[in-house]
């Protein structure tokens, strides 16, 4: 099966500054990539996705890069704000028909005032 | 914009009970799902569920779960006899169609096992 490892499992930066959370997935033949940022107690919510046919896809201020070769995929968050603080989830669904999604560990971003 | 609803918000359950979770996914979503999150760890899938049927289920998903359509509308996951282990955040999510497509999230349900 799929397995997803996210790095780092803490992100602290300055606000405005910006945030690169990286995964890296184990089967070659994954297709879809989503991220979800889930804030405490809340629901995890998709706020960016990436299919394999893609290599970059931007919205506003968050973008995500997939490297097929290497099998990794990144987020990046430019012009942090307060609100963006909260855990950050990279997925992925394995190919051969798979549905479910196999998450990464999440990654915990602060954004100092 | 629509959402995925999921009842009760808390369970708390004694150990050995049965307890069902349920999920109301967006009105023209076709494949459902059933995903765990114990606390402070990552989200696990459990099962999908399309054309009344299941089409993929994680190796947590023993025998003591099952899940169910019992009308048009909710979409449920029963555990049969629970364990302390089984406390967790359940999210139910829906997505229009599978693989590949965006899965929206439920609330969840925190489960507690006394």
């Known amino acids: 099966g799929e397995n997803v490892e996210q790095h780092p499992s803490t992100l602290s930066v300055q606000e405005g500054d910006s945030a690169v959370i990286k995964c890296t997935y184990s089967?070659?033949?994954?297709?879809?990539f989503p991220w979800y940022k889930q804030e405490l107690g809340k629901r995890p919510q998709l706020i960016i996705d990436?299919?394999?046919?893609?290599g970059e896809k931007k919205d506003q201020r968050i973008a995500v890069t997939l490297n097929k070769t290497a099998k990794h995929f990144s987020l990046h968050i430019t012009e942090t704000q307060p609100e963006d603080s909260a855990v950050y989830f990279c997925a992925a669904i394995s190919g051969g028909g798979a549905d479910g999604l196999t998450f990464g560990k999440g990654t915990h971003l602060i954004i100092q005032p | 914009e629509p959402e995925v609803t999921q009842t009760p918000s808390h369970q708390v359950t004694q150990m050995g009970q049965e307890v069902i979770l349920r999920c109301v996914p967006i009105s023209n979503h076709l494949y459902f799902y059933w995903y765990r999150q114990i606390l402070g760890q990552k989200v696990e899938f459990l099962v999908s569920?399309?054309?009344?049927?299941?089409?993929?289920k994680s190796e947590i998903f023993d025998d003591q779960f099952s899940v169910e359509r019992p009308d048009g509308s909710n979409f449920t996951l029963k555990i049969r006899s629970t364990k302390l282990e089984d406390s967790a955040m359940y999210f139910c999510?829906?997505?229009?169609?599978?693989?590949?497509?965006?899965?929206?999230f439920g609330d969840g349900t925190r489960l507690s096992i006394l």
């Open positions: 999510a829906s997505s229009e169609q599978g693989r590949d497509q965006p899965q929206h």
């Open positions: 089967d070659s033949a994954s297709n879809y």
């Open positions: 990436i299919r394999s046919n893609v």
């Open positions: 569920f399309y054309n009344n049927e299941i089409s993929e």
